[in-house]
């Protein structure tokens, strides 16, 4: 048994303490279990007695402050300004009778991952007198005082854990999540420049045994071998998902003053809302003007995607008639590449079938679907390039949802049957109560793209984003066990341009990362995506995370940094 003890005196609702609890094994791969909240204990059941670790949402926040009587500032035993309600994770744990302190296994994960990434980065030149190596120094102390305080003074209802051991690791834990995104956010300041500029590629040319031949050196990437993944040879491309009917002045000059490209979602429900009729004009007004008008690329899809905000009605008919669902998807493919090929130049073909969540698929099921998908572009449009989304791309669904396939081994699973995509595309999107979105920090959202990047194929970000408020569901007390959290403050207009500029800058620096989708252009009356989500606002009015959005496009091309992290000590949501 794997249990966790959760130090709080007012024993805590199940429903709080389990928000977006999952389950982790080796190499982060999510792993199937149950997780239940008793006795003030989190107890893990799960098939195997391999080493497992748990991921839970953690308060980093103003109310723990005042509950633990933490002070705010550069004492030994303080900490920094609230970081947020963010979901958290142990280090891998073996099974044993007495349950481990939570708070200090978070801890100990947290400064095991700065340390790892400090190599992978190679960012051991910071020096001691770095503000992130004072940071770090002051977690690992209050660690080892965490250590020495958890036999002493405890009773047994604590399991003899001691009071201070937990005030003590949620320090530790506190000061490394802080090192941690102040870490992450120095590695994209460095390498940023570089990779927008092509020098990464360059030298990942001349130094990689796997370099193409000199006349493909311009279009193919190339895999590093001292770097995690591949380096791609163009810079990365900002573009922006538009639903088909956010077709407004406002919406195209936007669009038309930030954007690299845009991203057309062919939802479906919205393209073929009744069986075998089709509604194309909203989506071919806006691909009309950004071919004929803006002149800039366009990205199509996901076209097959089975949430349940992307289905028909009608096609629920045939949900568990696999052999013709299978042929619908069939002629949907066709249909849309048909008419669609001389105007895309990316197809992002199936999204999120590994989730398995909606329509339900056999393994079996997952390989045919995905090849006939991939297949029907080839052949109709061999001059694309194909793509696979990735959807809640940490995998904690898998933990409850036996019949789905983790993220990242359904890529490989991909790979290994020879289907034949350009890559992989992911969907990070933060802050509201649905599964897979709650909030994390950069250097989680960092880490997760270096996991990606090993498939070895280039990557793209198929919608990225946070909301500019807190979404109204939030407050639904059925809706608890999701509540996603937040990330340094609550969600505000310029508290999404601050996580704009961060997380699309340590994207950009990524030499994998070929392009970076925001996940709506628009507030719409009905979102698709995700309320309060857009650059526009619902009255067309642009929200500081356009601008932000236009910057960093700007120092992509420009070769330089975006604005504020020309500031050493600029940290998102400082006010």
Known sequence: MLSFLVFEGDRPQPERVLRHAHLLGPESTPVSGE???????????????????????????????????LAVGDRDDGVTPPLGIITLRTCLLPERDRPYLLSLELARHRLMLYLNKLEDWQLFDLGTDSEITRLFERARHAFTRALVAQRTGGDADAH????????????SLWLAVEAGERLTLESARRDFIPRVTGKVFEHTLETSPHAPPSRQRATQPVLSIDRVGVAVPNRPAIGCTVSPASFTESAQRVAHESLDFLQVPMRWVEME????????????????????????????????????????RWLYVWENDYETLREFVYEHMKNLVTRYRRTIGRWVVLGGLHVNDNFHFTFDQMMDLTRICVLVVRK???????V????????????????????????????QAGIMVDGFSLRVQMGQPMPGQSARDLMVFSSMLDRYAALDKPLSISAIGVPSGVPEAVGDPELDGLNPGFWRGVWSEPLQADWTTAALTIAAAKPYIQSITWQELYDMPEPAEMPRGGLITVDGTPKPAAVRIAEVRR????????EPLNDPAWMPGAG
């Open 35 to 69: 997780i239940r909240f008793e006795s003030g204990l989190i107890r893990c059941t799960k098939p195997s007695g391999e080493a497992t670790s748990l991921g839970v949402q953690v308060g980093l926040d103003q109310q723990t402050i005042d509950e633990l009587g």
């Open 160 to 171: 003899g854990f001691s009071p201070e051991a937990h005030r003590q690791a949620v320090i």
């Open 273 to 312: 809302p009744e069986e075998g009729k089709y509604f194309w004009r909203n989506t071919d007004q806006w691909i009309e003007w950004a071919v004929r008008k803006a002149k800039i690329p366009v990205v199509a899809g996901p076209v097959i995607d089975f949430r349940a905000k992307c289905v028909p």
């Open 380 to 386: 109709l449009h061999p001059t694309a390039q194909v």
């Open 388 to 415: 696979l989304e990735i959807t809640h791309p940490w995998g904690e669904y898998h933990t409850a949802n036996r019949r789905s396939l983790p993220p990242r081994l359904y890529a490989e699973m991909v790979t």
């Open 555 to 562: 120092a992509v091309h420009e070769g330089v940094l975006p």
